[in-house]
């Protein structure tokens, strides 16, 4: 009897251990995929991020040109196309509402502004929109018309947070010509709701201004550094590349990868750094649209491709997402016919899956969460 209970007490000490041991290890990220299904309509699928990369879950119907975010345990999906917001949980994996933002809003981009409330920019907007995911009440927020280009609207890219300031691109296309003026990114203290002024020794507020041309994709922040990088492409031929900004100093340090150096095709594309002087990025060619991946090296004053790792055709690359954890590089592929998620190992580009991840249509956009 003293042994069945010393060995009933040894098993429940183990069994104790291994619940412990299994309560403090990290839940595995996943990755979710948004796709465009038809001209206006989308989907957003589940994956594994580690190896076997199964699909899990249901698919989730949604707006199309879809860009995501993480919020609260959920994402946030903007549909350019829709006009609308969409509240995805993740635990349970289910829509929990769609917000319509109206006819013609165009959104670009949305960043959460604390539980309940998030910031949206908008195509052809010149204010932010502040929606409060409880009550569905929306209100245009902070004026940005003043930091437009002569035909008065600021052209709304995506947004950055950091250190209690949001970071907006303001593309400036000119309406009438079609052509980009000086772009810049608008600063916000999130506090108070005011402009920033980057630059106090010229009349007026002052934006950040950008070195390249228009500014597009997400941009991505080194914390620890004060750094965001910005993708200044604008179109084929120009003088764009990615670029490097001092979010403590509010001021741009210049580009780092140029078009014009002859090396990086017609037009950058998505990018991801791993560390501040080395990462992934995707340009196409002028012969046809398409997405060519190499891994880049930041060099003094200039920079380092290597081999081409993989090319997609008759598409763009919106976005490259990166697994720290286990090192990996996941980069969408629109090809028709291979339209998924390709994997490879950041630490020297060695492709990982035979075949994409199939999604049920082009990939618009994809984020990692646990």
Request: glycine share 12%; hydrophobic share 40%; proline share 6%.
């Amino acid at each position: 009897m003293v042994r069945l209970i010393v060995s009933l007490l040894c098993l429940c000490l183990a069994s104790g251990a291994v619940s412990a041991r299994s309560s403090n290890t990290p839940p595995r990220p996943k990755l979710a995929v948004a796709s465009n299904v038809t001209a206006g309509d989308g989907v957003l699928q589940l994956f594994q991020a580690y190896r076997p990369w199964n699909p899990l879950k249901e698919t989730v119907a949604v707006g199309g040109e879809t860009l995501m975010r993480r919020g609260r345990g959920c994402l946030l999906l903007v549909s350019r196309t829709a006009g609308t917001l969409s509240v995805v949980d993740t635990n349970p994996w289910k829509l929990r509402r769609t917000f319509d933002l109206g006819p013609g809003s165009e959104p670009v981009d949305v960043v959460p502004v604390d539980e309940t409330r998030v910031l949206i920019s908008r195509a052809g907007a010149t204010h932010l929109l502040l929606l409060n995911l409880r009550t569905g009440g929306s209100r245009e927020v902070v004026d940005l018309s003043d930091l437009a280009d002569a035909d008065g609207v600021p052209d709304l890219g995506t947004m950055a947070r950091f250190g209690g300031r949001l970071f907006i691109q303001l593309r400036r296309i000119d309406q009438e010509s079609g052509n980009p003026t000086t772009p810049c990114l608008a600063v916000v203290d999130l506090r108070t709701g005011a402009l920033v002024d980057a630059d106090p020794s010229t009349p007026g507020t002052q934006g950040i201004k950008l070195k390249g041309t228009a500014p597009r994709f997400k941009m991505q922040i080194f914390p620890n550094l004060g750094l965001l990088y910005v993708s200044s492409t604008g179109g084929f031929f120009d003088a764009g590349g990615l670029e490097v900004v001092n979010l403590r100093t509010l001021r741009s340090l210049g580009l780092v990868v140029r078009e014009d150096s002859g090396n990086v095709g017609a037009d950058l594309g998505a990018f991801k750094m791993i560390t501040p002087r080395r990462g992934y990025l995707t340009y196409s060619t002028d012969l046809l649209l398409s997405s060519h991946l190499h891994e880049v090296r930041l060099v003094n004053d200039g920079f380092e491709l290597g081999p081409q790792l993989h090319v997609s055709l008759d598409y763009f690359v919106p976005e490259i997402a990166y697994e720290r954890g286990k090192d990996l590089i996941y980069v969408p592929d629109g090809t028709f016919g291979q339209m998924g998620v390709n994997v490879f190992r950041g630490e020297d580009g060695t492709r990982l899956t035979e075949s994409p991840l199939p999604t049920d249509g082009m990939p618009t956009d994809l984020i990692l969460f646990r």
